[in-house]
């Protein structure tokens, strides 16, 4: 028998479209599964209220951005919402894994596919909101957008949703805590589970 320690982990990629909630499902595997570890992206845009950096993202000004891609430090990375740029970094990536540690993304549809064509193992998970009417709602009651960049997130949403059948697995979002554990079963499981 093999140790789980001992063994490289299978990385799962956590996409779905905008305001489905997986960053809200990402933070409960963070406080209820502290055993996953979860990658910190690195973006360009501003830090919202009660945002830290290294916790929730790694804040970098354009230039340090540019920096990271020249040098290959990204995994993937992707201009989201036409607004600012995301990018996961590789080397913790790479830690994560090595050490044998069940390990996500929480990233952009972009991104995924980015994913996909590098590391062709990793397990892609869908998140799905229970409606359209409630991905709506959702991205209304967040209330952190102007109604131009709602309009915008929306229609973003709208072909992400058409990216369902890309994906492994779907999890539909009902409610935050039963997401995250379906999550986190995925990680657990075998490779050869899925
Ligand atoms: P927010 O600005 O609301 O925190 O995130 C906006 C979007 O950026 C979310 O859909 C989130 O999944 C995506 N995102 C966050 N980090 C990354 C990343 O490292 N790479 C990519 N491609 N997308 C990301």
Same mark, same amino acid.
């Given at each position: 028998m093999t140790d789980a320690?001992?063994?490289? /982990?299978?990385?799962?990629?956590?996409?779905?479209?905008t305001?489905? @909630?997986? @960053?809200?499902?990402?933070a409960e595997v963070r406080r209820s599964h502290p055993e996953v570890w979860i990658s910190v992206s690195?973006?360009?845009?501003?830090?919202r209220p009660g945002e830290e950096n290294g916790v929730h993202y790694w804040f970098v000004s354009d230039e340090e951005f540019d920096r990271m891609i020249a040098e290959g430090d990204?995994?993937?990375w992707a201009v989201v919402h036409q607004a600012a740029r995301y990018g996961t970094p590789r080397q913790p990536v790479d830690l994560a894994l090595a050490s044998g540690r069940p390990a996500m993304l929480e990233i952009d549809l972009q991104g995924a596919r980015q994913v996909r064509e590098t590391m062709p193992d990793a397990l892609f998970v869908f998140l799905k909101p229970p409606s359209w009417e409630e991905l709506v709602r959702r991205l209304v009651g967040r @209330?952190?957008? /102007?109604?131009?960049?709602?309009?915008?997130?929306l229609?973003?949403?709208?072909?992400?949703?058409?990216?369902?059948?890309?994906?492994?697995?779907?999890?539909?979002?009902?409610?935050?805590?039963?997401?995250?554990?379906?999550?986190?079963?995925?990680?657990?499981?075998s490779p050869t589970d899925l």
């Open positions: 320690h001992e063994r490289r /982990s299978r990385l799962v990629v956590l996409a779905g479209p305001a489905v @909630g997986k @960053g809200t499902v990402a690195a973006t360009t845009r501003k830090p990204l995994l993937e @209330g952190t957008e /102007s109604a131009e960049e709602r309009e915008r997130r229609v973003t949403a709208r072909e992400e949703l058409a990216a369902e059948t890309e994906f492994d697995v779907t999890i539909v979002n009902h409610e935050v805590h039963a997401a995250a554990e379906q999550l986190v079963a995925l990680m657990t499981h």
